[in-house]
Every structure is written in structure tokens, then in C-alpha cells.
């Protein structure tokens, strides 16, 4: 056993050893000689309580290792070494004892104080905790101030919203560290938000200790809401955000050159970093980033843009460094109120139906798509219709349709590029003679803006 190793390993060590002499003469100052202290609450291995331990032979009790009262630094490996070492080797010299015997009561010993170790620190954590929650639960009768990013709205649903908080005196002189995570990727509907919160280096972990900020995940949304609120109100944490509306992700998915999802967030995220750099004149030293994909090339690429900063991209980010949760805090309230508050172009949507949390196995999600299915239109432009769960459900509810190609025939696709190529030929060839089914039934004609362009009128 490694632990095993580690106690009964040699090392060098100035182990206490019986004095003889002075045994013969004075075994009371033997004895305390051996002692490291005194104090009747010191915590020493009983010689006694061992199976085949014979004190009466010897006067002097061993200096068995104490956490409480050493003055050995007992995190460091080799100290903790030396220790047992020097414990093992004056027992088995002055006591009837097995090795097996010293390692039982050293570990004996070792493990009474570390647990009351842990204890204290552990109460210590939960008053710190208690305090934190006590703070935060005072804002609940509090609105989020208007330049809060719960307050987000977007514009247009096909292009992208930008949003900031900077706090006023926000010394942008120091060294700061920048966090990167997400909210809303995998639901089929509604938008999703990515968000990079910054602050100093040196107040990185009062992030958590005081805001309490971690995996937005893991929190209830009364907490989550909470949080944002310390985090506008504090005055030295900063953020930017991005929302990527389910139009604009729909259509850069379905587009010919595919934008996929990993693509779009990786985009996202170098120009929130830009931002914070070049916008705001933040001194960023330091990003911490929720990997998307894989998290060795998703670093790599970071660090081609920014190779004057130290960038770290690892899964659950966010639990990991508190600045990161922070961010996820921020996504996640902006989300969470942009889906609540979401501004439909379509006015047949029936806001009454609940939209659930948009991930496919949710019944309330699938319940609104079934119910804003539209049998020509399909589903509302609030849905993500490059999702599996929206393509399929419109393949088996919605009419087909047939898109006639831009080019009919090789003769007219030719003339078209012989046009941009500047080349004197017939521009325009023969018409296509085939047409949609929707246009003859409807006597629909196609219009040629090249013959009519010197025309008073189009040709219809």
C-alpha cells in the first residue's frame, strides 16, 4: 500500500534515543525529556493500549506524532515521512512490538486529528455560507437595477443582441481574469445566451465566497436571480454578453455553408473577449472558459486570437473557477427572463401554453410545438428549426413543398455566369418551360429583370 510506504519508508531523521546514562541516574528527567509538551490535552499513542506492549522496561513515553502540538509541517510530504519514520524506529527499539502495531497507532493518532481538523474547517465553511446566504436573501425584495443584463431585450430576431455592465470606478488599470460560459444550448427552443464576467485577479475567489457564485446548473432560480443582483450591486464585477436568437441559430444551420453550433459559440466567444479588451480597456490577463467540443483545440484556437493571454478551457469550467460561474449566472437569469418576456413576430402564438424548459424530453416542450404546428408555415420562428425535434415533427404534420431551382436548364445557368464573367453573349436564354404546380394553378408568370431593364415596365 502506498500509505504503508509512505510511513514505513527510511528517512533521514533525528529520532529521539534513550539516554542510558541518565535512565540509571534520574529516569524522571529521561522521561521528560521525551516529552514535546506538557499540556495534559496533548493527544500521544497509549503504549499501553497496544496488544504486546511492554512499558515496564523502559520509562520514557515515545514521541508519537501529534497533529495539534508538532511543530512539523504536516502537509508536507517529506515532514510526515521523517515523522513516522523516527516514530517507527524508537518504538520497535524500546517496545515488544510488530511494525503492523506502530502503523496501527500512528494512523490511530493521525486520523483523530485530521478529522478534528476537518471538522473546524468545515464549520468554518458553513458559517461563511450561512453568512453569504443571510446577504443575499436580503435582496429578494429588491428589483435588478436597469442596467442589469436580466433586462436584455431583443430587437430583431435575426440578428444578434449585444449587452454590458461596467461598473462606474471600475479600476481597469489592474490585472484582471475573464470567465466564459453559456445558457440555453441544447433546448429546441427559444434563444441562447453566452456571457464573459471579469474582475481583479486578487478578488477572484471572493467571487464565490461572497457572491457565492458557482454552476448556474446546480442552483435554483430564486438563488440564480439572487446572485445577479450582488453581482450588479457590487462594483467590481463586470460583464458582457451576447444573445444568439433561435431565428439567427436556425437560419445559420440551415443555410448552404453550414454555421454549426460549435462554430457560432466559439465566434461568440472571441468577440465578447474582443470586446472586453478593445471596447471596454479592460487589462485581461487572464480567461477561464466552458469548453464546447473538444477542450485542448478549442484552447488552441483561443490562443491563436489571444496569444498574449493566459487562457484555460476546461468541462464544468464553471464549477471550478468562481469568475466562470459568475458568467454562468449572468447567461442563465438573461435567458431565463428573455424566455419568460420573448416577443413573438408571430402573433398566433399562444403565450398561455407554457414552453417548458425546451430540452426534447420535456412534455410541456413538446406540447407547444404540437400546438403551434402550422400545416404550410410550420413551427414559429421562436423554435429552432435545424433541431431534430422540429424537423421531425413538421416531416410528419406539415404539406411538402417542392422549391423549384434557381436554374431550370444548363443553357440559362451558363448565360448567368457568362453575365458576371462580362462576356458579349445572350445574356438571357430560352425559358424554363417547367413550373411549380402552385404557379400554374394560380396562372403565376416568373419576371425577367434583365429583359425588362430598359423597359417603362417589368415583363411579366
Not at 37 to 46: D, K, M, P, T, V
Not at 162 to 174: A, Y
Not at 225 to 239: A, P
Request: aromatic share 8%; proline share 5%.
Amino acid at each position: 500500500m502506498e500509505l504503508d510506504k509512505l510511513l514505513f519508508q527510511t528517512a533521514p531523521f533525528n529520532a529521539p534515543q534513550p539516554d542510558t546514562t541518565a535512565k540509571s541516574s534520574n529516569p524522571s528527567q529521561v522521561q521528560n525529556q521525551h516529552h514535546p509538551s506538557q499540556n495534559s490535552n496533548a493527544r500521544y499513542c497509549n503504549m499501553q493500549s497496544l496488544p504486546n506492549g511492554n512499558p515496564s522496561h523502559i520509562q520514557q513515553q515515545p514521541p508519537i506524532v501529534s497533529m495539534a502540538n508538532s511543530h512539523y509541517d504536516h502537509s508536507h510530504t517529506q515532514n510526515l515521512q521523517q515523522l513516522a519514520s523516527g516514530t517507527r524506529d524508537y518504538l520497535l527499539q524500546n517496545y515488544e512490538i510488530t511494525s503492523a502495531q506502530v502503523f496501527s497507532a500512528i494512523i490511530g493518532n493521525l486520523s483523530f486529528n485530521l478529522h478534528q481538523k476537518n471538522a473546524a474547517e468545515k464549520e468554518s465553511r458553513q458559517k461563511g455560507k450561512d453568512g453569504a446566504s443571510e446577504k443575499l436573501e436580503a435582496l429578494d425584495d429588491e428589483d435588478f437595477i436597469p442596467e442589469s443584463g436580466s433586462n436584455t431585450q431583443v430587437a430583431d430576431s435575426l440578428e444578434l443582441q449585444l449587452f454590458d455592465f461596467v461598473p462606474d470606478g471600475l479600476d481597469k488599470s489592474e490585472e484582471y481574469c475573464l470567465g466564459i460560459d453559456e445558457a440555453g444550448r441544447g433546448p429546441v427552443n427559444g434563444p441562447m445566451v453566452y456571457s464573459a464576467a471579469f474582475c481583479v485577479i486578487s478578488e477572484h475567489q471572493k467571487v464565490r465566497d461572497d457572491i457565492g457564485a458557482n454552476d448556474s446548473k446546480q442552483l435554483e432560480e430564486i438563488d440564480r436571480e439572487r446572485m445577479l443582483k450582488s453581482i450588479d450591486k457590487c462594483k467590481w464585477v463586470g460583464y458582457t454578453g451576447v444573445v444568439l436568437p433561435p431565428a439567427y441559430i436556425s437560419k445559420s444551420m440551415l443555410r448552404r455553408a453550414k454555421y454549426n453550433l460549435n462554430e457560432m459559440s466559439h465566434d461568440t466567444a472571441i468577440s465578447m473577449i474582443r470586446r472586453v479588451l478593445d471596447h471596454h480597456k479592460v487589462n485581461v490577463k487572464e480567461v477561464f472558459v466552458d469548453t464546447v467540443g473538444k477542450p485542448e483545440k478549442y484552447q488552441e484556437k483561443l490562443l491563436r486570437f489571444f496569444p498574449q493571454l493566459s487562457i484555460r478551457v476546461e468541462s464544468k469550467a464553471d464549477a471550478t473557477y468562481p469568475i466562470v460561474g459568475a458568467a454562468s449566472i449572468v447567461a442563465k437569469v438573461t435567458r431565463d427572463k428573455l424566455v419568460h418576456n420573448w416577443d413573438h413576430v408571430e402573433p398566433a402564438v399562444d403565450k398561455s401554453i407554457e414552453v417548458g424548459s425546451g430540452y426534447p424530453g420535456d412534455p410541456k416542450t413538446k406540447n407547444w410545438i404540437r400546438q403551434h404546428l402550422d400545416h404550410v408555415f410550420g413551427l414559429p420562428t421562436y423554435a429552432r428549426l435545424s433541431w431534430g425535434t422540429a424537423t421531425e415533427a413538421m416531416a410528419k404534420n406539415c404539406a411538402e413543398v417542392e422549391w423549384e431551382h434557381e436554374f431550370e436548364n444548363e443553357e440559362e445557368e451558363a448565360n448567368q455566369k457568362a453575365r458576371k464573367r462580362g462576356i458579349d453573349r445572350e445574356v438571357v436564354g430560352a425559358g424554363p418551360t417547367r413550373k411549380c404546380a402552385f404557379f400554374r394553378e394560380n396562372n403565376i408568370h416568373r419576371v425577367s429583370l434583365w429583359k425588362s431593364k430598359n423597359a417603362e415596365s417589368f415583363t411579366a
